[in-house]
């Protein structure tokens, strides 16, 4: 396991352009380029696990929309 915040700096997103990850929709389709480097992230899982934990309102996380992680985040808590 990587020790907190230090995944972020092997995300595969960390020099890229953060609006990618941030369409006006908010659908993962709105932001294919975005989930294509999710898929290709070796830290996916930690990215994912983050998001779970902090329920982000907007964005991709590990290549699903923020309101995919929020209902994850209802499944674990239930």
Not at 15 to 32: I, V
């Amino acid at each position: 396991m990587i020790p907190d915040g230090e995944w972020m700096l092997q995300s595969a997103c960390r020099d890229l352009d953060p609006e990618a990850w941030f369409p006006a929709s908010g659908k993962p389709e709105d932001a294919p380029a975005a989930v294509k480097v999710c898929r290709t992230c070796p830290v996916q899982s930690e990215c994912l696990a983050y998001a779970i934990e902090f329920a982000p309102t907007a964005g991709i996380w590990a290549g699903l929309s923020s309101y995919h992680v929020r209902t994850l985040s209802k499944k674990e808590m239930a």
